[in-house]
Each structure stands twice: as structure tokens, then as C-alpha cells.
């Protein structure tokens, strides 16, 4: 085909009616505080990874609650689950164990 | 005797309370109600945050008052003239009766934004478009949530913000209660339908109220209700009779579409029609957002340009349930200080 100079731009939407909500529904479950983040940002603030990196857990929470889900096992593999972000949580997310529960959805579901 | 009068408008919190307070101490009260029943918009509302106590015992609680205190009540009224001549008030009404005061108190309350200007909401356009006065209207009937088609529905969206913060309909102001109503809603909702997902789209959640942050948690933990932050841009139906609602999910940075069964707006508080009215025949003057003007922001609250003319709830600003109990007493107060001649305005000194 002759090229135009022209590509498609990538549908940036977040199409919730489609997105795939599998991490989000088993760490509802296996760690219930995944429901009262507030995006505050705090823990993103303190993270020891997200200095250095794209590591972003406020941003990743949102994220996996829409169904976004690609990049979450690249930007995962990025902590170190030093536990900081669970001591700055103001709303007692326990975030140390949602990041596991992440982890075990991506084994579980082979994401 | 001759006791001091005191006329009072409006028969829903406001009134009633600063009626009640005002006959307790001695003066003789009149509160005109336009319509057959005192208790306003509060009526219309089954339970009230953050408590969810039900909202027919606060108008029991004041319907008593103003009969403890023996209020004159004149229902169904409807006020042609309002006016102050010398140091009296009159007030006429259509049946030909008239009314004279030494004081009078205001409180002709807010009406409901009308949802159907916000017209790219579907508002009045689409059938699974409700407000938020429609849905405590159903709590109220018992009757179940259901879209037009009569199914559960399994999703829900909620538009904070509608008439509200918002040039675009020529309201700048925040109405104060649609934040805390709806997560109040959201919670009422999962547990009539518990299988259902409820969505609140908000730009902040202003919790402000001593509980409202805790009935917010409650609304997350224990119903996973999912707060999203964006204002809608737009809803339109799909095919099915769903909508399908255009949102940035502004903490993703990403906009986001989904569809819902039910879309309830979250309605804000306009000055009413009443208070325009009442407000205007009187000579009061009226703030830049269309709600009664008191003398001073913070010291001179209810007290309104015209001397021995008073104000009190929804018709200076919108406010809570408790806020209104509160001014209302205020109000009383400041009417009586007039009536018993404690001049006020002689401590400003900086006009
Ligand atoms: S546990 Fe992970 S996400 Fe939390 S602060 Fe440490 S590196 Fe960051
Ligand atoms: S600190 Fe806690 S509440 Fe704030 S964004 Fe992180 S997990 Fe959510
Ligand atoms: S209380 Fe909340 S929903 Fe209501 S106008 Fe204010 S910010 Fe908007």
C-alpha cells in the first residue's frame, strides 16, 4: 500500500464498557482496603522506586479500577515492596499487600 | 397585653424553627405557608445524612414547636403584597386578609435547579435520566429502582455538580449538599440492589459536615461504591436505553466512556421564586448569586438592609439541614434584640 504520510492514532479512551476488570475484582476481594484509596498521592510521594522510576501506585490503582491494565507488570516489577507507601497511606490502604494481590492476579490470569 | 408581632414567610425549616422560637419568648407569630403543608422541601426527602435518620421525625420535631409555641398558621397562602410603611409590615394576601408587624423574617428557602437547562445531561430528553430529588421521591414511595423498561439496573451513574459550579448556567456557587446527598444516595442504592455497581463522577467530594467523611468510607468499604473524578461532558442514549456517559478520568489522565442504566444528577440549590418575589417587594437586597444579602458576611448574618426585616435558611445561601437550624435560631434572636430595641448596627464600625 503507498504510503500517505498518515498512521491511525491509538484510541486513547478508556472504554470501561470492555476494559478487563480481572485484577480489580480479585484484589477487591483478597485485600478489601484496595477499595477506600482516595488518590491522594501519598504513597506515590514517598515511594523509594517512583524517584527514580515511572513507578506510580496512586496512578496504577486508578488505573487497574478502570481495566487498564497493560504496563502493570512492567511497572510492578519497578518495586522493591519496601512498605513505605503502607506507613503514609492516610486512609489505611494496606498498599504493601495490594501490590502482592496484584502480583498473584498477573500470575493467575497469565496478564 | 400587648404583645409585639412578628410575621414570618415561609413554612419550611427555616420559618418553623425561627416561628417557634420567636412565639416561645412571647411575640405574636404568623407563618404563612404557600402550600397545604409546612415542612418544605424537607418533605420530599425520606432519610438525611449523615445519620440516615428519617426526615419525618425533624418535621415532627418542628411541627411541634410551632404549636407548643402557638404559631399562627396561615397555609395555602398567597402573598400579593409585602411592604414596610412607617415602622409597620404589612402583608396582603390574594383572599383580601392583611397582616401588619412590628418584624418580619424571610425565609422563603431554595428552589431545585432545573436540570433540564443542563441540557447535554438528557435531562427531560432520555428516560433513564433522573435527579436527585426524583430518587429520594422513589425511597420515599417504596416503590423499587427501575429503568423505564423495568429492570434492576446494574449500573448506576451519578453526576455531582449539576447546576452548580458552573458558568455555563450562570451558577457559580457550590449548592453544599450534593456531595455528601450523593454518596447518602450511592450507599441507599447498593443496599437495595446490592449487586448493582454505583459510579459518582465529582470534581472534589466536599465533605465538610463532622460525619461526611466518615459516611464517605463507609460509602467505599463497605459498599465498594467507585468515585471517579471528571465532569461529565455528555450523555447520550444507546440503543438499548442505557446511556453512555463522556467523562476524563482526570487521575488517569485518560478520558473515559461507559454506559450506565440509571443516571441520577445531582440537582443544586437556585434562589427561589419566592424569595424573588418577597425579597423584591420588600426592597431587600440581593447578593451577586441571587441569594438574600445580609449586612455583612460575618457579623451581620440574617440581618438584611431593611430595619426590623429579617432572613433565614436557603434564601441567603445554600446550606445543611443543621445550618439552617442554626440561623433560623439566629434569626430569632436577632428579630427579638430589634423588637426589644438592642441596636446592632451601631457596634460596626467600619462603614
Ligand atoms: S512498597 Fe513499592 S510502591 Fe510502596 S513505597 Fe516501596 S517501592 Fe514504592
Ligand atoms: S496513599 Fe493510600 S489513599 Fe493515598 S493514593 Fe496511596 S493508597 Fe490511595
Ligand atoms: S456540594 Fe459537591 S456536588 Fe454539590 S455543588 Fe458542591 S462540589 Fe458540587
Not at chain 2, 445580609?294 to 435558611?313: C, K, V, Y
Not at chain 2, 445550618?323 to 430595641?341: H, I, K, P, Q
Amino acid at each position: 500500500m503507498k504510503n500517505f504520510g498518515f498512521s491511525l492514532s491509538k484510541d486513547r479512551q478508556i472504554d470501561f464498557d470492555k476494559s478487563d476488570k480481572r485484577i480489580m475484582d480479585f484484589v477487591k476481594i483478597e485485600e478489601p482496603t484496595f477499595n477506600i484509596c482516595i488518590a491522594c498521592g501519598t504513597c506515590t510521594a514517598t515511594c523509594s522506586a517512583g524517584n527514580f522510576t515511572e513507578m506510580n501506585l496512586r496512578k496504577m490503582i486508578t488505573l487497574i479500577k478502570r481495566g487498564e491494565i497493560t504496563g502493570v507488570r512492567a511497572e510492578l516489577s519497578k518495586c522493591m515492596l519496601c512498605g513505605k507507601c503502607s506507613l503514609a497511606c492516610p486512609r489505611g490502604v494496606n498498599t504493601r499487600n495490594v501490590i502482592f494481590k496484584i502480583n498473584q492476579a498477573l500470575e493467575k490470569y497469565s496478564l | 397585653m400587648n404583645r409585639k408581632r412578628v410575621i414570618v414567610i415561609g413554612g419550611g425549616i427555616a420559618g418553623m424553627e425561627s416561628a417557634a422560637n420567636l412565639a416561645s419568648m412571647g411575640y405574636d407569630v404568623t407563618l404563612f405557608e404557600k402550600s397545604q403543608e409546612l415542612g418544605g422541601h424537607l418533605l420530599g426527602w425520606e432519610k438525611l445524612f449523615p445519620t440516615m435518620r428519617m426526615g419525618k421525625d425533624v418535621v415532627k420535631f418542628l411541627d411541634k414547636g410551632v404549636h407548643l409555641a402557638k404559631v399562627n398558621i396561615v397555609k395555602n397562602s398567597n402573598i400579593t403584597n409585602a411592604s414596610k410603611n412607617g415602622n409597620l409590615f404589612t402583608v396582603s394576601c390574594g383572599d383580601g386578609a392583611k397582616y401588619e408587624s412590628e418584624a418580619l423574617v424571610l425565609a422563603t428557602g431554595y428552589d431545585i435547579f432545573d436540570a433540564k437547562r443542563k441540557e447535554e445531561y438528557g435531562y427531560g430528553i432520555y428516560d433513564n435520566v433522573i435527579t436527585s430529588a426524583e430518587l429520594e421521591e422513589i425511597f420515599l414511595s417504596g416503590k423499587p429502582l427501575l429503568t423505564t423498561k423495568g429492570e434492576i439496573p446494574k449500573r448506576v451513574g451519578i453526576v455531582h455538580c449539576v447546576g452548580s459550579r458552573d458558568e455555563k448556567v450562570g451558577n457559580v456557587y457550590c449548592s453544599k449538599v450534593c456531595c455528601v446527598t450523593a454518596v447518602k444516595q450511592s450507599i441507599e442504592i447498593k443496599e437495595k440492589i446490592p449487586d448493582s455497581n454505583v459510579f459518582c463522577f465529582y470534581m472534589d467530594l466536599r465533605m465538610f459536615g463532622m460525619h461526611f467523611e466518615t459516611l464517605y468510607k463507609q460509602a467505599q468499604e463497605k459498599h465498594a461504591v467507585n468515585f471517579i473524578r471528571g465532569r461529565l461532558s455528555e450523555a447520550c442514549e444507546n440503543m438499548d436505553g442505557s446511556l453512555l456517559v463522556k467523562v476524563e478520568d482526570t487521575l488517569a489522565g485518560k478520558p473515559l466512556r461507559m454506559s450506565v442504566d440509571i443516571l441520577v444528577l445531582m440537582v443544586g440549590m437556585v434562589p427561589s421564586e419566592g424569595t424573588k418575589k418577597i425579597g423584591t417587594m420588600l426592597g431587600m437586597n440581593f447578593g451577586a448569586n441571587g441569594f438574600l444579602k445580609s449586612q455583612d458576611q460575618h457579623t451581620m448574618t440574617s440581618i438584611s438592609n431593611i430595619p426590623g426585616a429579617f432572613f433565614a435558611g436557603c434564601c441567603g445561601s445554600p446550606r445543611t439541614i443543621n445550618n439552617v437550624f442554626a440561623d433560623a435560631r439566629s434569626a430569632a434572636m436577632m428579630t427579638a434584640s430589634y423588637l426589644e430595641a438592642y441596636d446592632i448596627e451601631e457596634r460596626i464600625t467600619y462603614i
